[in-house]
């Protein structure tokens, strides 16, 4: 390449570097400026934060999701002992806690049925809310990142949502009523309250409401999420914020009705809950099985959940290689590619949220925002022409 063209090809890495996605600086500072929540493709949803790099559930990485590009923070909803919600995916405190360490709380192991199964552990509905803040949280899985072990502290349901409500842009919130029917048997409230309507005061107290894709919805987003369809029910006639159904694997029956995947899945079934939610949350291998980790022929859950006006939200994307099927030649943006441009799917949960943004920058760039496919096609082109005029 001769000079002239080293000359246009810096000018234009320059333009695409200068155009590129920010990192957003937190906190917000002025509110009144907030850029919206892009609704024009399928939502980012960081599942539990950015916990494929700090762990899971916590005040950084929710803010590391938020920096990265996410839509939607999620999290799992539980209860303390003394009725405070919490953010926190296992009913135990074991796998994701530094609690071991913790010799005081040696003597709080039990056993309780979970889900029909009997479980012994920590449970997090033994522990005071001032108990609780002594713990440090830990990174689930021993292949991702160990360096941030025991400096982040559980956090409340009302501190994830001021994560949120501060970010410099719209930011949504996606909590999961989780495990209602355990809750609700350990955990006491005045007045009769369940789980689920206590989780619904919280929302409303910082103004969370309004149907989906509404004027008020759209200045404070919230998707509200259970495996537990009665607790979908409860809810409806308390809140209109739209709901999404949670679906697991095709053998596990729901935690409350005792239903099967078959049941749930079945078009009839579609009618009846459509009228409580706004979608379907569905394990990514039930949509698409998989056999020798070669993923098989789509079944019809999309198409069929569109036809009834649902949206499907599958979980959960992660860009190691134990996690993407051999089909996607170990590239989680492959695996993105055919998710949203072959099966058609309206959201995605990734612990990776950074990866789905870039990948959803590239290929259908926020408004306003270079193109670098189509800028990087043109280069070639004037640099081809440049060296054709130059050698005539």
Same mark, same amino acid.
């Given at each position: 390449?001769?000079?002239?063209?080293?000359?246009?090809?810096?000018?234009?890495?320059?333009?695409?570097?200068?155009?590129?996605?920010?990192?957003?600086?937190?906190?917000? /500072?002025?509110?009144?400026?907030?850029?919206?929540?892009?609704? +024009?493709?399928? +939502?980012?949803?960081?599942?539990?934060?950015?916990?494929?790099?700090?762990?899971?559930?916590?005040?950084?990485?929710?803010?590391?999701?938020?920096?990265?590009?996410?839509?939607?923070?999620?999290? %799992?909803?539980?209860?303390?002992? %003394?009725?405070?919600?919490?953010?926190?995916?296992?009913?135990?405190?074991?796998?994701?806690?530094?609690?071991?360490?913790?010799?005081?709380?040696?003597?709080?192991?039990? @056993?309780?049925?979970?889900?029909?199964?009997?479980? *012994?552990?920590?449970?997090?509905?033994? +522990?005071?809310?001032?108990?609780?803040?002594?713990?440090?949280?830990?990174?689930? +899985?021993?292949?991702? /990142?160990?360096? =941030?072990?025991?400096?982040?502290?559980?956090?409340?349901?009302?501190?994830?949502?001021?994560?949120?409500?501060?970010?410099?842009?719209?930011?949504?919130?996606?909590?999961?009523?989780?495990?209602?029917?355990?809750?609700? #048997?350990?955990?006491?409230?005045?007045?009769?309250?369940?789980?689920?309507?206590?989780?619904?005061?919280?929302?409303?107290?910082?103004?969370?409401?309004?149907?989906?894709?509404?004027?008020?919805?759209?200045?404070?987003?919230?998707?509200? #999420?259970?495996?537990?369809?009665?607790?979908?029910?409860?809810?409806?006639?308390?809140?209109?914020?739209?709901?999404?159904?949670?679906?697991?694997?095709?053998?596990?029956?729901?935690?409350? @009705?005792?239903?099967?995947?078959?049941?749930?899945?079945? %078009?009839?079934?579609?009618?009846?809950?459509?009228?409580?939610?706004?979608?379907?949350?569905?394990?990514?291998?039930?949509?698409?099985?998989?056999? %020798?980790?070669?993923?098989?022929?789509?079944?019809?859950?999309?198409?069929?959940?569109?036809?009834?006006?649902?949206?499907?939200?599958?979980?959960?994307?992660?860009?190691?290689?134990? =996690?993407?099927?051999?089909?996607?030649?170990?590239?989680?943006?492959?695996?993105? /590619?055919?998710?949203?441009? *072959?099966?058609?799917?309206?959201?995605?949960? *990734?612990?990776?949220?950074?990866?789905?943004?870039? =990948?959803?920058?590239?290929?259908?760039?926020?408004?306003?925002?270079?193109?670098?496919?189509?800028?990087? #096609?043109?280069?070639?082109?004037?640099?081809?022409?440049?060296?054709?005029?130059?050698?005539?």
């Amino acid at each position: 390449m001769n000079s002239s063209s080293c000359v246009i090809v810096t000018f234009l890495l320059l333009f695409i570097g200068c155009s590129a996605r920010r990192h957003y600086p937190l906190p917000s /500072d002025n509110g009144s400026t907030k850029k919206p929540l892009q609704t +024009f493709r399928p +939502f980012n949803v960081a599942h539990r934060g950015s916990n494929g790099e700090l762990p899971e559930e916590t005040g950084p990485a929710y803010l590391r999701a938020i920096e990265e590009g996410t839509d939607f923070i999620e999290a %799992d909803i539980l209860v303390s002992k %003394d009725g405070v919600l919490m953010c926190h995916h296992d009913v135990t405190l074991d796998e994701t806690t530094d609690v071991a360490e913790h010799k005081e709380f040696a003597d709080r192991v039990k @056993t309780y049925e979970v889900e029909g199964k009997n479980t *012994t552990g920590l449970f997090i509905f033994d +522990f005071t809310l001032k108990e609780l803040k002594t713990l440090r949280a830990k990174q689930r +899985f021993e292949f991702r /990142d160990q360096q =941030y072990n025991g400096k982040f502290p559980i956090i409340t349901f009302e501190e994830y949502i001021q994560i949120a409500l501060n970010a410099p842009r719209v930011v949504g919130i996606y909590p999961e009523i989780k495990n209602p029917i355990l809750m609700n #048997q350990h955990v006491k409230w005045r007045k009769g309250k369940k789980f689920e309507d206590v989780v619904v005061e919280v929302l409303k107290k910082y103004g969370y409401k309004g149907t989906y894709l509404s004027t008020e919805w759209l200045k404070q987003p919230c998707f509200i #999420q259970s495996f537990a369809p009665s607790s979908l029910v409860r809810i409806h006639n308390q809140t209109d914020l739209p709901k999404i159904f949670l679906i697991d694997n095709v053998d596990v029956r729901t935690q409350d @009705t005792n239903q099967t995947y078959a049941e749930i899945t079945s %078009d009839d079934y579609f009618n009846y809950i459509k009228e409580y939610v706004v979608g379907i949350g569905p394990w990514k291998d039930t949509i698409v099985p998989v056999k %020798d980790n070669y993923t098989q022929k789509p079944t019809d859950l999309v198409t069929r959940a569109h036809a009834h006006n649902l949206q499907v939200h599958p979980y959960t994307y992660r860009n190691e290689n134990q =996690y993407l099927h051999f089909n996607f030649s170990q590239d989680p943006y492959l695996e993105y /590619d055919y998710w949203i441009n *072959t099966i058609g799917v309206d959201g995605l949960f *990734t612990d990776f949220t950074g990866s789905l943004h870039r =990948y959803q920058e590239w290929t259908s760039p926020s408004p306003g925002k270079v193109d670098a496919t189509k800028l990087l #096609q043109n280069i070639s082109k004037m640099i081809r022409k440049f060296e054709i005029s130059i050698r005539n």
